[in-house]
T-cell receptor, first 114, second 112 residues
Framework: DVKVTQSSRYLVKRTGEKVFLECVQDMDHENMFWYRQDPGLGLRLIYFSYDVKMKEKGDIPEGYSVSREKKERFSLILESASTNQTSMYLC?????????????FGPGTRLTVL | DAKTTQPPSMDCAEGRAANLPCNHSTISGNEYVYWYRQIHSQGPQYIIHGLKNNETNEMASLIITEDRKSSTLILPHATLRDTAVYYCIVRVPMWTGNQFYFGTGTSLTVIP
């Protein structure tokens, strides 16, 4: 059974802290994505990666960075957390040839920044 | 930037077909129609996608009108586990940087 896992389901951090969100997939997918989901705004793409050490900015990359040192792992980093980064963060992966077509999502991390 | 319109909620009796409509009257020629669903407190799950032909897989069928301005997702035999929010999304399937806008979707409740 295919699986995308995220390191935490719930996380509470303070303003200014550096936050790491980890995502691991076991499907040997080339593409990995980080989204945030907010009420009324749908899913917005933060960053994606189509290969190890490759990354591309999505729609809202400001305040975030990513790291992909291994194919199965894609990390989202909040350099200095702010309250407007309180959100549900979702990681997804897909085959290179699938692109956006068939993304497998993790369970999400609900981050609260105080 | 909603490109789709869906009813906010629907009920369906267990074992019956669930027909979820979606209007996308401004869809352009290279945009696909995608359906995802999200069960409470879980990540979205891909269901099906199509361009202009009707599509079927093990989960559902997608019927797209000839003018492509609307579509219907059909769950042929709804079960209680199909209770979820269903999202209809239109976009091009490539790295354009446009957001994958899920909108508010249709909350489907399958009733025993």
């Amino acid at each position: 059974d295919v699986k995308v896992t995220q390191s935490s389901r719930y996380l509470v951090k303070r303003t200014g802290e550096k936050v790491f969100l980890e995502c691991v997939q076991d499907m040997d997918h080339e593409n990995m994505f980080w989204y945030r989901q907010d009420p009324g705004l749908g899913l917005r793409l933060i960053y994606f990666s189509y290969d190890v050490k490759m990354k591309e900015k999505g729609d809202i990359p400001e305040g975030y960075s990513v790291s992909r040192e291994k194919k199965e792992r894609f990390s989202l980093i909040l350099e200095s957390a702010s309250t407007n980064q309180t959100s549900m963060y979702l990681c997804a992966s897909s085959l290179r040839t699938s692109g956006y077509n068939e993304q497998f999502f993790g369970p999400g991390t609900r981050l609260t920044v105080l | 930037d909603a490109k789709t319109t869906q009813p906010p909620s629907m009920d369906c009796a267990e074992g019956r077909a669930a027909n979820l409509p979606c209007n996308h009257s401004t869809i352009s020629g290279n945009e696909y129609v995608y359906w995802y669903r999200q069960i409470h407190s879980q990540g979205p799950q891909y269901i099906i996608h199509g361009l202009k032909n009707n599509e079927t897989n093990e989960m559902a069928s997608l019927i797209i009108t000839e003018d492509r301005k609307s579509s219907t997702l059909i769950l042929p035999h709804a079960t209680l586990r199909d209770t979820a929010v269903y999202y209809c999304i239109v976009r091009v399937p490539m790295w354009t940087g446009n957001q994958f806008y899920f909108g508010t979707g249709t909350s489907l409740t399958v009733i025993p």
